[in-house]
């Protein structure tokens, strides 16, 4: 594979900067350390969060822990190759939660990509392509995914992001934008323990520790507004889960 997913004419290129709202978490997947580095730089300097995962295996390690908002996945890995991962993603639901773009250095062919994408993969890019065209094919997944999101009913409750409101049944809830959005995480895993640093990405955009006070008052503000108990549980030394009320 070649050191770098993209040319170098494009190197210097000024990166655009990201939209408003919560830094996206992205996993990059590639068995080959230099080439997984330098797609996460180009990424995180686009404003995006960034993991890298060295194999199909820990990718999926990965997933287990805190699903990302997007991966970019290399089609040939020594332990297994993207339709496997994809399989792997889809067992047991019938389709991936969040979008997966295949990143090939040599599977161009029509078959290569056909398979991926009726495996379940969201795009299909070559590398070489220049980073500014990855960068907008990345953008337009994720803002796919969150005008198809729509809004999220758990019993009573009903939040909608892309409007940017909740409701307890008729109540409208007074948010602001980081506890609504907190309250969107954990409506999307109900009964789902979501830790304080997969909060913190997710919401604040960042991992240091030193933001955590900002978690706790944000799940403050949103009990508060529900004024009910019950909704959100803490457990101690995680973090915090949505328990659905009758």
Request: proline content about 7%; glycine content about 8%; aromatic content about 4%.
């Amino acid at each position: 594979m070649p050191d770098s997913p993209f040319p170098q004419e494009s190197l210097n290129l000024i990166l655009c900067p990201p939209g408003p709202g919560v830094a996206a978490k992205l996993l990059v997947v590639d068995d080959e350390p230099r080439t997984a580095e330098l797609t996460a730089d180009v990424l995180r300097r686009a404003g995006y969060a960034v993991e890298v995962a060295g194999s199909g295996t820990e990718a999926l390690e990965r997933v287990r822990i805190g699903s990302p908002d997007l991966m970019l996945l290399d089609y040939d890995m020594p332990d297994m190759e993207a339709p496997e991962v994809l399989d792997s993603l889809r067992s047991g639901a019938d389709r991936i939660p969040f979008p997966v773009i295949i990143l090939t250095g040599a599977r161009h062919a029509p078959a290569d990509q056909v398979v991926g994408l009726e495996r379940g993969a969201t795009d299909y890019i070559a590398k070489g392509t220049d980073r500014q065209v990855v960068l907008a094919r990345v953008r337009g997944a994720l803002r796919d995914r969150t005008l198809s999101a729509g809004a999220i009913t758990r019993g009573r409750l009903r939040v909608d992001a892309s409007r940017a409101e909740a409701r307890l049944g008729d109540r409208l809830l007074k948010l602001d934008r980081r506890p609504l959005l907190l309250l969107e995480t954990l409506a999307n895993r109900p009964g789902e323990v979501v830790s304080r640093a997969e909060l913190l990405e997710k919401v604040w955009g960042s991992s240091y520790r030193g933001f955590e006070h900002s978690v706790e008052q944000a799940v403050h503000q949103v009990r508060r507004e529900l004024h009910e108990v019950g909704w959100i549980e803490t457990v101690r030394g995680i973090g915090y889960r949505l328990v659905v009320q009758p």
